[in-house]
């Protein structure tokens, strides 16, 4: 259990507080999280609940400016009415009261990041003071919408001296509205079948009977984050700053639970969708200091991170009974399935950056960086069960020479089955940046950059068990080999030496170099060309490729010739290739690669098809294109276009052979007056995806990995296409009629997406008896959709000088299909296959709120 | 008798709002459209008006102002503004609460005095060349701003300028210094503000001391810019 | 909230707190650093440093007026002048974190200019307001060109996050501070931003991603929970898609720090790239999947026996032979722990 160790870290840091000597950096756009607290009643955190000032900006100027792009500034808000507390101003503002919700209001889409509860609420409170004669300055900001999603800051400080802040945020994420586990104990790090159910003993009928008696509950997941932060400006032009955060995570999440196959084995095997328990911390530590001056600039920065789960695992148990495949044998019962949950991680990283002015108004940058991420945590033993576990021949549990497939636990349960008691795996991480920029004459400047990156893997594991000389693991809780002779998933060089099974794990060493090439060219006030080639070289180890080049030159151009338009569009050309494409890189994981490995009958069967191209891996050929323009039609007018697309082609005979993506987007603002806003947007894109495979026709001992070849036959292949396409529009009215106020907000989101496929014969598929010829054929999945529906109505009325009520409604429909839940509204279990999560469901619900708003 | 000018009011609502302005009270004449009127209708109506400002528009009395030559757009902005009360201890606002004028007859009646010559200078300049450098310059040490900014270089309202927002400016050369100097304490005092141009004047006027007004009203009146 | 957490979220309040008060009480020295001063060594001994202390001199006590090149014969006029026809504009900026800072410092040394600081000496646009550029401005027909205005706030923000600002890609398409920024006034409640939020002012011009937020799956961003400046650094940064950390999946850990391992058994392209299953701006998918399951897996996965066959609709729950590789969570619902496991009988992920 590790609340002991969080404890003892908690306690020591207001000691390193007191004893660093200054901590500092509040989270803002250069470094770490928390840049925002806010929640869905007001994501503006308060800034769009302000009265605007009806006079406008400026009596010399009506209506807004424009910003250089040409969009229209807001109107500001009304000047604030102040307090006086002695040399302190003062001026706030409250609003509180209740919520009401309706209709579907427990829909895990509803209340997805807000989770809404009816009843009092407190809505802003927000209260600033500033003290005039220095510049001393406190604000306090808080919201609560409920129990799990609710915000407290404060923020103390003086105007360019320094700055303290400090936040206490929790944030709900519901997960899931309808899940019905048939487990006991959600949420803990140990999952028990009611009563009702026999653990490795039941049937499906009784499975099917828990799960349909069982009642929907939510699952989520709850994130409650305390941060602290510092700023502060020191003699000679320093600054230093430090945060502090710790973010803790509670609640459940649908998962899984493999007990092996079902499809290939009618009522065997088990695929469980158990609940894991997510009990966590991180503490997240920034500190740097930062020197600025004339010539020169330097930033050193320490990023820490500490990841505590309160469990190393959860466990479940298995309702199933299993039987082995071997007429007359046995199957030695299994109850119990685990799950290791994430390891106790530690990331350290440090970071120094220079910046040198140089002549020709250019600018010198080195930034290097050092980190490391490492765990240790304690292994789980290999199997989680009691007895034997395998399949005994003849019906005979006993374990002995006399039956190769049957395991004691005893050998396997324990820790000492494990060739080392921790992880202890370390990835240093180093990156060297430079880069430079020069304008050498009046309109043209250039800029060029390098940067080195590496990752290196410390560490590697070897599955070996000293207790009984095996390689390898238990795979899949010891179901694989209770149900199939000789998959228990060991190699053993004296009683199984031609066993494949993995035994090693896979260092990920990598290294990176980019350099870039670049030139602008400010043709006169009104153009501005632009190139810059980039080239990337990226090396990884144990992967399909060594060496993977991407080339890129992106052209770009700032139009504003026209005083009504800015115009900005860029092309990209991408290309990347590589050293030749190693389709089987990985057999120095498995047991292949161990002395005594003999291969079977047929051969050593091939890992996958050599055709297949790993599309991180692969060569790829791109374009894409952005275009943005910023049209003003009026004065009080702004109408705002995009244009992208990405197409990118891979050279992949199996794999990911096209991705592209496309969007379109208009926006319209409209400001007749000081304090009426009207705009609208209406956006599209949609995306394709195309992929291949192939089908083996060898029931897995195929040795030959050609596609084409008797194994990957070309009449088993297949494609898919997968192709996305939304729509999405909104406008949203401010408007005064008088002292009164009405704001109106509607949104509308489609998205369909399809996936079709064509097979070039029915071996191709997963069931070849259900195509309806002998010959190539296609279909399509059903449309995956999600419509959601929403609008919103607010008025504010004032009431007395200080005070005004606020009255709003939120209605919101969601429409949602998504095939991969279908049929889960009538039965979560099917044969032994235990499902939790009904998926998404469609709804309707509302909000009503009444709310008094007090100027403080 | 109060008069009832529904369609004028109607008008100038309407003009009020394609102005950009918000709130029903101010006049926002930050982008207001260009004033016309007949002119020589305006004058079968002068009667009243040539009685105080004479037919010419030059008044003889220094307390009442020069209108001749006055640009249309602050002439009627401004009698829309003593119509609505905005200075009630002036004459003016009791003169036109008596009249049945129409919204078309204060057009006409600007277009009128409009076209007239304006009041030439009067008086000497020279003793007011503090008057001048605060015109020009202004005193950063007082924050006292440069008035030919908005009021031209020629103090003719920006006649140099075709923005819309200098519509109401009013030109100040050959004005009457003690209506000046009362206009200017009146701003200061923030007595008149209906029109987002009085609003403009009233923290131009703040930082204006009762020295700064007289040069300045005795260099407008006696000066040629 | 635990016990041992409000205790400890309150001990360090308390804390903080005690240290700002000893720190306000502290700075009661000025230190005389012009901030604008040439300088070319590191050390600052070239400025007169009467007294050091623990804080230095607030940042607006050296504000100077900056340079205009359009009107480079402009003399400062004050404040008070500035405002005598700006007063609205006045009204919204004095409770902005700017004007705090420079009027305090004002207060102490009535050569510390107010507007100026930005907007450069007013003598010349006082007299001539009409004439474009004789003023800095930060608007579209100010008449200031952009890296007038840009040099203008970075006299005083230049380093920490707008280290990389020259080079980057919002500079080299010519943007300004302002088309992000209004520090005229509180638009927004943090930040001094254009619009009423982070999220909002990123959308002025990158609505496309803003409205991908709005698929059914996505991070919290409509809600408000977090903003588009909690992964990217707007004003420039050491990666090309303006990363705040050094690589996509460090700014991933940032939040999900569970991921970050490095596990027993990886998952390749999990450790080489979030992104290569995941789409961070909103999917249609579940959990921001980039293609639905079990496609997403088969794009690489043509393994022998079960990961490499064509699923159709018959393998849903509602078909004649339903599947676990495809319903629910699919491959996942067995290959669960799929970014990496740390169990030794995990290299399927099945642990």
Known sequence: MHTQRRSTLLCTLPLALALATVLNAQADSGIGVDTWRANKLDPSAGAQGRMTDEFGTSWLIGGQRRSPTGNLYMCPAQPPQLDHFGDWIGYGVLEAGAVGTSGDDRNALWNRYADWDSGLILGLLDYTWQRPDDGSYANVRASRISEDDQYYQAVFGRAGAFKIQAFIRDQPNLVSSNAKPIWNGVGSDQLTLPTALTPGGSTVADVAAVSAATPERTLSVKRSKQGIGFDLNLPMRWSVYANLADEQRKGARPYGGPFFFNYPFPNNGGVLETTKPIDDHTLAINLGVRHVATQWRMDFSYSGSFYRDRYTRYTYQTPFALWAVVPGSASAPLTTGQMAMEPDNDYHNIKAAFTYKLPLNGELSLTASAGRMSQDDRLIAPIDCNGVFGIGLGGNLNPGPANPFLFRCSDWNTPAALSRRTADMRIDTSLLDARISLQPLDGISVRGGLRFNRDDYRNGYLAYNPLTGDYGYIAENGSQGSIVPGEVGLFNPVTAPSNITRVRSLPLDLQTIDANLGADWKLDNKNTLGATFAFNRYEPTHRERRRIDDNSLKLTWV????????????????????????????????????????????????????????????????????????????????????????????????????????????????????????????????????????????????????????????IGQWWLRDSQRDVYAGATLDHRIGRVRIDANWNYTRARGMDRYNYAGPTALAYPALAPGAGPGGGAFPAMTYRVDSISVGVTIPLADRFALRVFDYYERGRVSDWHYSGFDTARVIDHRVYTDGGPTRYNANLVGVMLRVAL | MKPTLPRALALVVAAVLLGGCASSSLIDLRNPVPVTGNAQAGAQKIELCSACHGKDGSSPVPAFA???????????????????????????????????????????????????????????????????????????????????????????GRLDSDATRYLAYPSLRGQHSQYLARRLKEFRDKSINLSSNDHIMHSVAHNLDDEAITELAGWLQAATP | MTTLRKRTALLLLGASFGLASLLAHAQQTRADLARNLPSSNLSGHDVQATRTSLLGAPGFAHARVVSNPAAPDATP???????????????????????????????????????????????????????????????????????????????????????????????????????????????????????????????????????????????????????????????????????????????????????????????????????????????????????????????????????????????????????????????????????????????????
């Open chain 2, 66 to 156: 020069n209108i001749g030559g006055q640009k249309i757009d602050y002439l009627y902005w401004e009698l829309v503004e003593y119509q609505r009360g905005a200075n009630p201890d002036s004459p003016m606002t009791a003169i036109l609460a008596s009249l049945k004028v129409s919204d078309a007859d204060l057009r006409d009646l600007s277009a009128y005095y409009a076209a007239q010559t304006p009041a030439a200078p009067s008086g000497d300049a020279t003793p007011f060349a503090g008057g001048e450098a605060l015109f020009r310059h202004g005193d950063p040490a007082r924050g006292i701003a440069p008035c030919q900014g908005c009021h031209g270089k020629a103090a003719d």
């Open chain 3, 77 to 351: 006029v004050g404040e008070g002048m500035c405002i005598s026809c700006h007063q609205l504009e006045a009204d919204h900026f004095t409770h902005t974190l700017h004007a705090l800072g420079l009027h305090a410092a004002n207060k102490a040394d009535a050569s510390v200019p107010v507007c100026e600081t930005c907007h450069g000496a007013g003598s010349a646009h006082s007299q001539s307001p009409q004439t474009r550029g004789l003023i800095i401005g930060f608007t579209k027909d100010s008449g200031t060109p952009i890296d007038v205005q840009t040099r203008t706030c970075l006299s005083c923000h230049e380093g920490g996050p707008r280290d990389h600002w020259t080079g980057s890609v919002h500079q080299r398409n010519d943007l300004s501070c302002s088309d992000c920024h209004n520090p005229m006034a509180n638009f927004s409640s943090e930040g001094l931003m254009a619009k009423a939020s982070i999220n909002d002012t990123c959308a002025q011009c990158h609505k496309d991603i803003r409205v991908q937020f709005n698929r059914r799956s996505h991070m919290p961003l409509p809600e408000g929970q977090m903003s588009c400046a909690d992964c990217h650094n707007p004003h420039g940064s050491v990666t090309s898609p303006l990363l705040k950390t050094n690589t996509v999946n460090e700014t991933c850990y940032q939040c999900h720090a569970e991921k970050r391992g490095p596990f027993l058994f990886e998952h390749a392209p999990v450790r080489e790239n979030c992104l290569n299953c995941h789409s961070p701006h909103g999917s249609n998918q579940n959990t921001l999947l980039v293609a639905p399951i079990p496609f997403l897996c088969q794009q690489c996965h043509t393994g022998q026996r079960h990961p490499n066959d064509l699923h159709t609709s018959q393998s849903l729950a509602t078909g004649s032979n339903p599947d676990e590789r495809i319903m629910g969570r699919g491959c996942l619902t067995c290959h669960a722990n799929i970014h990496g496991s740390n169990a030794p009988s995990g290299p399927r992920f099945h642990e």
């Open chain 1, 559 to 714: 139009n504003r010739s026209l005083d009504w338009l800015t115009l900005r569009a860029n092309y990209t050309w991408k290309k990347s290739n590589g050293d030749p494409y190693e389709f089987d890189p990985y057999e120095f994981t498995y047991s292949i690669d161990l002395p005594g490995y003999v291969p079977p009958a047929g051969g050593t069967p091939s890992h996958t098809v050599e055709a297949m191209r790993k599309y991180d891996m692969s060569s790829r050929d791109g374009h894409k294109i952005d275009v943005m323009a910023t049209i003003m039609p009026r004065e009080d007018m702004t109408l705002s276009a995009s244009l992208r697309g990405d197409w990118n082609s891979y050279d992949a005979p199996i794999g990911r052979q096209d991705y592209q993506t496309s969007s379109a987007t208009l926006q319209w603002d409209w400001q007749p007056r000081d304090g009426t806003n009207l705009s609208a947007y209406a956006a599209w894109d949609r995306s394709h995806l195309r992929l291949s495979n192939v089908q083996d026709q060898q029931a897995g001992a195929g040795v030959d990995p050609r596609l084409g070849g008797p194994n990957y036959a070309l």
